[in-house]
C-alpha cells in the first residue's frame, strides 16, 4: 500500500511508482471494465520497442468508447510532477498534460484495427445499464479473459445484449473531447 495527498492523484501515482521501482505505469481508468489484455500487452510492447515517454490508443477515436490504456514513463512522470504550473485538472488526470502538450512528449497512437473499430459502441460503466450489460457479458464470457474483437464479435451477434446502453450519453469529462480532437 502506498499512500500520498488524497487531492493530487499524479503526486501519489508517480511516487507509488518511483517507491516501487516501476519504469512505466499502464493506466486504465476505474469506469473502463472490459480490459484487453492483448491490446494492453500491444501498447507495452510499443512502449518498450520505441523511444516513446507516453503510449496509448485514445488519442484519436476508434475503439469502442471505454476500450483504452495508457503507457507512460516514470521518469516523465516525476518530471511532470514537479512542475508547478499545473492545474488541479492536470493533477487529477494523471496523464492530461501529456497528452495536450504533444511538442513537448515523444507520443505514440496506436491506431484502431478494422477488426476493432466501432466508435459508437459505449464499454463503459457511467449508469446502473452499462453495469447491466457488464455482468451480462462477463457471464457469457464466464470471466474476464476476453478480448475487444471477441466483444464485438458478441455484439453482432446478438446485438439485443447491448440496446440498454445505446441511448446513454457519455459522461466523460468535456475537456477530452476537445483536446483529442486535435
Same mark, same amino acid.
Given at each position: 500500500?502506498?499512500?500520498?495527498?488524497?487531492?493530487?492523484?499524479?503526486?501519489?501515482?508517480?511516487?507509488?511508482? @518511483? &517507491?516501487?521501482?516501476?519504469?512505466?505505469?499502464?493506466?486504465?481508468? @476505474?469506469?473502463?471494465?472490459?480490459?484487453?489484455?492483448?491490446?494492453?500487452?500491444?501498447?507495452?510492447?510499443?512502449?518498450?520497442?520505441?523511444?516513446?515517454?507516453?503510449? =496509448?490508443?485514445?488519442?484519436? $477515436?476508434?475503439?469502442?468508447?471505454?476500450?483504452?490504456?495508457?503507457?507512460?514513463?516514470?521518469?516523465?512522470?516525476?518530471?511532470? #510532477?514537479? =512542475?508547478?504550473?499545473?492545474?488541479?485538472?492536470?493533477?487529477?488526470?494523471?496523464?492530461?498534460?501529456?497528452?495536450? &502538450?504533444?511538442?513537448?512528449?515523444?507520443?505514440? #497512437?496506436?491506431?484502431?484495427?478494422?477488426?476493432?473499430?466501432?466508435?459508437?459502441?459505449?464499454?463503459?460503466?457511467?449508469?446502473?445499464?452499462?453495469?447491466?450489460?457488464?455482468?451480462?457479458?462477463?457471464?457469457?464470457?464466464?470471466?474476464? $479473459?476476453?478480448?475487444?474483437?471477441?466483444?464485438?464479435?458478441?455484439?453482432?451477434?446478438?446485438? &439485443?445484449?447491448?440496446?440498454? *446502453?445505446? *441511448?446513454?450519453?457519455?459522461?466523460?469529462?468535456?475537456?477530452?473531447?476537445?483536446?483529442?480532437?486535435?
Amino acid at each position: 500500500m502506498f499512500r500520498r495527498a488524497q487531492n493530487d492523484v499524479l503526486d501519489r501515482v508517480s511516487n507509488a511508482a @518511483a &517507491h516501487f521501482k516501476a519504469d512505466a505505469i499502464v493506466q486504465m481508468g @476505474a469506469d473502463s471494465a472490459y480490459l484487453d489484455y492483448e491490446l494492453i500487452d500491444q501498447l507495452v510492447g510499443l512502449y518498450q520497442g520505441g523511444n516513446y515517454d507516453y503510449v =496509448c490508443n485514445d488519442l484519436k $477515436r476508434g475503439y469502442p468508447i471505454g476500450i483504452y490504456g495508457h503507457v507512460v514513463g516514470v521518469g516523465k512522470l516525476r518530471e511532470l #510532477n514537479q =512542475c508547478r504550473d499545473l492545474t488541479q485538472e492536470d493533477r487529477e488526470d494523471v496523464v492530461r498534460y501529456i497528452w495536450e &502538450h504533444p511538442e513537448s512528449y515523444r507520443i505514440y #497512437n496506436l491506431e484502431v484495427g478494422r477488426d476493432c473499430s466501432f466508435q459508437e459502441l459505449r464499454l463503459t460503466i457511467d449508469y446502473p445499464e452499462d453495469l447491466e450489460l457488464a455482468r451480462e457479458v462477463y457471464a457469457y464470457f464466464q470471466g474476464h $479473459r476476453f478480448t475487444t474483437s471477441q466483444l464485438l464479435t458478441l455484439h453482432r451477434q446478438r446485438p &439485443h445484449l447491448f440496446e440498454k *446502453t445505446k *441511448t446513454l450519453v457519455q459522461r466523460s469529462v468535456p475537456y477530452l473531447s476537445k483536446a483529442r480532437s486535435r
